[in-house]
């Protein structure tokens, strides 16, 4: 079979590194496969080499018709059976092209509860026919599309997000690795925050939570708050730090490659967002045996399974009590949860149990 993932850009979010996994384990499969992007830098790329990207060159909407043609031509070349789209752009992008020439399969997924705003929910409107199948990445996420009159009432369907559990797996040995690596005493907890600097991350609250959690002083050692990705936020991160005085407490690590070994590493995972798909990061930190507290927007309940805890979102006192409460719990506790949440992930989301899923609706 012949696969072409297309997607709005390759930069180093959760539905890219989505697309990539799978593109790697379909060709282990036997199938063929392309990823086409429509714009942007390329951060997250495949692991087998022999998984050609072609840009499409949609950098703005005066390009369209370059990009278009680009496409079209990449289609009547190549031939696939299924082009399977992911994100707004390339969701839209994709079905109003399948009116101009003719593609055997469109399936479109969504990587979040409301992908943008009521334009783009118009947009998903309007073109919903043009699609052999649309998906999201929650229940959560799906109800919200039916809500907003994205989709038809019952013709969305929900598809996990899927992790590599050979890849996120417990480490031993990364505590120690990353306490020398930072320069940290190994008595002091770490919480580890992942992702882009979006507005949707949300990091202001947790940096808020983090300053209160410093000022109330009921822990025993006081914690390092360690912040992997990067964005176009980071400077106004960096001003809220040094705003807060957290400065001797919060190592930003920009992008990173080695994320198990960090989850590994952690005592808490915190994701702190305003909204959310799916949450695939937290799932990922549930695999690698780290606790998580994250803020119960968009499908991150369903992805937690009743495990770690969940906080309001945009609730910095909340958040710091969740943080607290987690930093005191006895190890006993903490190990019986953590076993229970990588259980969960494993019968859940493990990568090959969700690409058997994707194939039978590519076969359909």
Same mark, same amino acid.
């Given at each position: 079979?012949?696969?072409?993932?297309?997607? %709005?850009?390759?930069?180093?979010?959760?539905?890219?590194?989505?697309?990539?996994?799978?593109?790697?384990?379909?060709?282990?499969?036997?199938?063929?496969?392309?990823?086409?992007?429509?714009?942007?830098?390329?951060?997250?790329?495949?692991?087998?080499?022999?998984?050609?990207?072609?840009?499409?060159?949609?950098?703005?909407?005066?390009?369209?018709?370059?990009?278009?043609?680009?496409?079209?031509?990449?289609?009547?070349?190549?031939?696939?059976?299924?082009?399977?789209?992911?994100?707004?752009?390339?969701?839209?992008?994709?079905?109003?092209?399948?009116?101009?020439?003719?593609?055997?399969?469109?399936?479109?997924?969504?990587?979040?509860?409301?992908?943008?705003?009521?334009?783009?929910?118009?947009?998903?409107?309007? %073109?919903?026919?043009?699609?052999?199948?649309?998906?999201?990445?929650?229940?959560?996420?799906?109800?919200?599309?039916?809500?907003?009159?994205?989709? !038809?009432?019952?013709?969305?369907?929900?598809?996990?997000?899927?992790?590599?559990?050979?890849?996120?797996?417990?480490?031993?040995?990364?505590?120690?690795?990353?306490?020398?690596?930072?320069?940290?005493?190994?008595?002091?907890?770490?919480?580890?925050?992942?992702?882009?600097?979006?507005?949707?991350?949300?990091?202001?609250?947790?940096?808020?939570?983090?300053?209160?959690?410093?000022?109330?002083?009921?822990?025993?050692?006081? !914690?390092?708050?360690?912040?992997?990705?990067?964005?176009?936020?980071?400077?106004?991160?960096?001003?809220?730090?040094?705003?807060?005085?957290?400065?001797?407490?919060?190592?930003?690590?920009?992008?990173?490659?080695?994320?198990?070994?960090?989850?590994?590493?952690?005592?808490?995972?915190?994701?702190?967002?305003?909204?959310?798909?799916?949450?695939?990061?937290?799932?990922?930190?549930?695999?690698?045996?780290?606790?998580?507290?994250? %803020?119960?927007?968009?499908?991150?309940?369903?992805?937690?399974?009743?495990?770690?805890?969940?906080?309001?979102?945009?609730?910095?006192?909340?958040?710091?009590?969740?943080?607290?409460?987690?930093?005191?719990?006895?190890?006993?506790?903490?190990?019986?949860?953590? %076993?229970?949440?990588?259980?969960?992930?494993?019968?859940?989301?493990?990568?090959?149990?969700?690409?058997?899923?994707?194939?039978?609706?590519?076969?359909?």
């Amino acid at each position: 079979m012949k696969i072409l993932y297309l997607i %709005t850009g390759l930069g180093g979010g959760g539905a890219e590194k989505v697309v990539v996994d799978l593109a790697d384990q379909m060709l282990k499969c036997g199938h063929q496969v392309k990823i086409a992007y429509l714009k942007g830098e390329v951060v997250v790329i495949p692991q087998n080499k022999a998984i050609d990207l072609v840009y499409l060159e949609f950098e703005s909407i005066k390009n369209i018709k370059k990009a278009y043609k680009n496409y079209k031509k990449l289609i009547q070349v190549f031939q696939p059976d299924v082009v399977h789209a992911h994100m707004v752009h390339a969701n839209i992008f994709a079905r109003i092209s399948r009116k101009f020439f003719s593609v055997p399969k469109l399936i479109c997924t969504a990587h979040s509860n409301n992908e943008g705003g009521k334009l783009r929910m118009l947009a998903y409107k309007f %073109t919903h026919h043009l699609a052999d199948l649309t998906t999201n990445v929650s229940t959560s996420a799906v109800k919200s599309f039916e809500q907003l009159g994205a989709v !038809p009432q019952g013709q969305m369907q929900t598809i996990y997000n899927g992790i590599d559990l050979n890849r996120f797996k417990y480490d031993e040995y990364a505590k120690q690795s990353l306490y020398h690596e930072l320069n940290i005493e190994i008595e002091h907890p770490l919480i580890l925050a992942v992702g882009r600097f979006h507005e949707a991350k949300d990091y202001p609250n947790l940096l808020k939570a983090f300053q209160l959690l410093i000022n109330n002083n009921n822990i025993k050692e006081i !914690p390092y708050l360690v912040i992997a990705g990067d964005g176009e936020l980071r400077p106004i991160v960096e001003n809220l730090i040094e705003k807060l005085q957290l400065f001797n407490h919060v190592k930003l690590l920009g992008r990173r490659d080695d994320i198990p070994t960090l989850m590994s590493a952690a005592d808490i995972f915190v994701l702190s967002s305003k909204f959310e798909g799916f949450g695939l990061v937290v799932a990922e930190a549930m695999a690698c045996n780290c606790f998580v507290i994250a %803020t119960d927007c968009g499908g991150v309940k369903e992805v937690m399974g009743g495990y770690g805890i969940l906080v309001p979102p945009e609730n910095s006192e909340e958040l710091r009590k969740a943080i607290v409460g987690a930093l005191n719990k006895d190890t006993e506790e903490l190990i019986i949860n953590n %076993t229970k949440a990588l259980d969960y992930v494993k019968s859940t989301y493990a990568l090959d149990k969700i690409l058997n899923q994707w194939i039978e609706v590519y076969e359909k």
